[in-house]
């Protein structure tokens, strides 16, 4: 089966630094990804990471531990407008009909205060 | 425009009632999805496609069916709407194996 598990919610100050961890077990792993979700909106694409490290994109930095089944992402330099819900979603097996499926996790909301 | 437009985005209609929600995507992207979402359950997947001809169930597709009309139109069905189908529902497309793009949803509720 597949199991995801991040927080439901965490509150950050404006400025600040906060990491959203993700840990997984799923059947196989070929790819792991991240997504912002503003209340009411569609999901939109954050990072991607399948090999063991960290991805930086500016202010949003993404770390997988695949040994662990372990993501965390990192947001710098926080943001009002970074209040919103984070989706960690991993592409769990090989092969053609798993290799487009995403199993998401239920969301880490994050509220950003001044 | 969006790249991704779902129509309608809210509908209210009742129990028992074939409703048919609809995708479009100017992307030219092959692949295309239809999750739901609820409130402390996630993203989860009801159907995919690879290309027209080829269609997939997901994690969730009982009481849901799927149209593939053309590379850019993805249609969902319920053929009998029950009020646990009441979610918001996402279309999304993908090139490849790696991002996928969502369209801004359809909140449907079912009575």
């Known amino acids: 089966g597949q199991n995801i598990d991040q927080p439901t919610e965490m509150t950050a100050t404006e400025g600040a630094i906060v990491q959203i961890n993700c840990t997984y077990q799923?059947?196989?792993?070929?790819?792991l990804f991240w997504y912002q979700q503003h209340a009411g909106e569609a999901p939109t694409f954050l990072s991607y990471n399948v090999l063991d490290g960290l991805e930086e994109k500016g202010r949003f930095s993404s770390f997988l531990s695949r040994s662990k089944g372990y993501s965390y992402l990192l947001l710098k330099e926080l943001q009002m407008k970074d209040s919103a819900s984070y989706l960690c979603?991993?592409?769990?097996?090989?092969?053609?009909?798993?290799?487009?499926?995403?199993?998401f996790g239920k969301g880490t909301k994050l509220s950003v205060i001044p | 425009d969006a790249d991704v437009t779902q129509t309608p985005r809210n509908r209210i209609t009742k129990t028992g009632k074939r409703i048919m929600l609809e995708c479009s995507q100017t992307?030219?992207?092959?692949?295309m999805y239809w999750y739901r979402q609820d409130p402390g359950l996630g993203l989860r997947l009801i159907y995919y496609?690879?290309?027209?001809?080829?269609?997939n169930k997901g994690e969730i597709s009982d009481g849901y069916s799927v149209s593939r009309q053309a590379q850019a139109k993805f249609s969902l069905s319920l053929e009998s709407a029950i009020p646990n189908q009441t979610a918001l529902y996402f279309c999304a497309t993908g090139p490849d194996y790696n991002e996928q793009f969502f369209g801004p949803g359809t909140r449907l509720t079912v009575l």
């Open positions: 799923t059947s196989g792993f070929n790819g």
């Open positions: 992307k030219g992207h092959d692949r």
């Open positions: 496609s690879f290309d027209v001809k080829d269609i």
């Open positions: 979603a991993v592409r769990p097996t090989l092969g053609r009909a798993g290799s487009y499926q995403l199993t």
